[in-house]
């Protein structure tokens, strides 16, 4: 029966472009499942286009909060799905720099 090891050392074995592409195999079986579809790249780029292009443009966290509070206000049963903007997690998409942080907004 062959173990973890013997993989591990066939796999060292190989030639470079045998190794990262087995590399890359392990890494891919490590991402999750949720991958955004054809559809959802397509609207992603559409709008990054749309930014670039100047027909949109992006906000600084601090503007979208207080656009998310004018909401809540006058949806109060909102409020209470809101996730704490102090302990939730930043978006992926979101730049940072040493002036500001921006998010594009869509």
Do not use: C
């Not at 050392?9 to 045998?18: E, G």
Request: overall charge negative; hydrophobic content about 30%.
């Amino acid at each position: 029966m062959t173990t973890v090891d013997d993989v591990i050392q066939s796999a060292l074995a190989l030639p470079l472009t045998d190794r990262s592409y087995v590399t890359t195999k392990l890494i891919e079986s490590l991402e999750p499942e949720d991958r955004l579809t054809a559809g959802e790249i397509t609207e992603y780029d559409a709008r990054v286009a749309r930014h670039e292009a100047g027909e949109t443009k992006a906000s600084t966290s601090e503007e979208l909060d207080a656009k998310t509070g004018q909401v809540l206000q006058r949806w109060p049963s909102l409020a209470s799905s809101r996730p704490n903007s102090k302990s939730s997690k930043r978006s992926p998409f979101t730049k940072s720099g040493p002036e500001t942080s921006l998010r594009p907004v869509w």
